[in-house]
């Protein structure tokens, strides 16, 4: 029998060129209590290119180090299971310790608001200049931005990391106003809206973005989420298609380009592209494999559901979807 495509708890991926995050979507009951907090982030070079290598991110409290991770293939890191407080977030380039300085971020975390960082490294004085990831708009890195117009980017960003999206977003909308060429806040702007839930509103400052720099990945790669959420899949997948000819490694958009493709019905695709994103994603884009799962449900292929749903819960056994996987796993036992 086949079955449509449900809901699954899927990581809401806002790339930002100065502050990427990836959350969940909000749920309308089940807030998370303390303890159950968790706090995402980025970590990006000085030109805000991504990382090359994983870097070291250690959690701390003021009785020591709490938890320590890597940073993955796009330079995010989470931390889960975090109770609400003060914390500092620490980022060693453990292969480039000669080349950036130790970095040290405080943080607030806070139940049921989105605790997120962008941490940018600092090179040692007597380090070389960096060389510019390919993937990375040169217009954007390259603009020059009025003092007044940064001085506004900065608060915004540092608004975003205390959780206070709405005071950022006036920060953004103050940036743009005295530059309104500015791609990253352009880009973020879009991606902070998209956060909130305020699609149509998120469209123009990226459609903005993109006129000023077509081969941009991030305002790209966000057009084409907002897209998805509004369930116009197919100009969705044209802006998607377009982000993954700059950046073809990007597991976030074969993700979405999967889910595009699904939605347009081109179930082909959709399965492509949803082995991509878990191919190249790895354990953080795991929920491709239930999306695969559902998928082949749909088209009435047995095996290879329970072959999908099988490895999601062994890449993610305590996963958002571990309940889900196991129920249509139930179902087909």
């Not at 962008?118 to 390259?142: F, G, H, Y």
């Not at 509004?230 to 074969?254: G, I, N, T």
């Not at 191919?279 to 239930?290: H, K, T, Y």
Request: glycine share 6%.
């Amino acid at each position: 029998m086949k079955r449509p495509l449900t809901l699954i708890v899927i990581p809401f991926l806002l790339v930002c060129a100065a502050a990427a995050q990836t959350l969940k979507d909000p749920k309308s009951a089940n807030q998370p209590a303390s303890g159950d907090a968790s706090i995402r982030g980025i970590v990006q070079m000085p030109n805000g290119s991504r990382v090359a290598e994983p870097m070291k991110v250690t959690l701390k409290v003021l009785r020591g180090d709490q938890a320590t991770t890597y940073t993955d293939q796009q330079g995010r890191f989470e931390f889960q299971h975090v109770a609400a407080g003060d914390y500092t977030i620490e980022v060693e380039a453990d292969r480039d310790r000669d080349r950036f300085e130790i970095l040290d971020e405080k943080i607030t975390v806070r139940i049921n608001t989105p605790n997120f960082v962008t941490l940018s490294l600092k090179e040692k004085r007597t380090a070389q200049k960096p060389i510019r990831d390919r993937t990375v708009s040169v217009a954007m890195l390259d603009q020059k931005i009025p003092p007044a117009a940064k001085r506004e980017f900065d608060d915004a960003t540092r608004l975003a990391r205390q959780g206070n999206l709405p005071e950022s977003i006036a920060a953004l909308q103050r940036a743009i106003a005295i530059y309104p060429d500015y791609l990253m806040a352009l880009n973020d702007l879009g991606a902070q809206l998209l956060e909130l839930g305020r699609l149509d509103e998120a469209l123009a400052p990226l459609r903005t973005a993109i006129k000023i720099d077509p081969s941009s990945f991030n305002p790209q790669l966000n057009f084409g989420i907002t897209l998805v959420r509004k369930k116009d899949f197919d100009a969705a997948l044209a802006a998607l298609d377009k982000a993954l000819s700059s950046e073809p490694s990007s597991p976030a958009a074969h993700l979405y380009a999967g889910l595009a493709a699904a939605g347009a019905k081109d179930n082909q695709r959709a399965e492509r592209e949803f082995k991509a994103a878990s191919a190249l994603g790895g354990r953080d884009f795991s929920v491709a494999l239930v999306y695969l799962g559902q998928l082949y449900l749909k088209l009435g292929e047995k095996q290879k559901a329970i072959d999908s749903l099988q490895r999601y819960l062994k890449d993610d056994p305590d996963g958002p979807n571990a309940s889900l996987a196991k129920k249509l796993l139930a179902g087909l036992n």
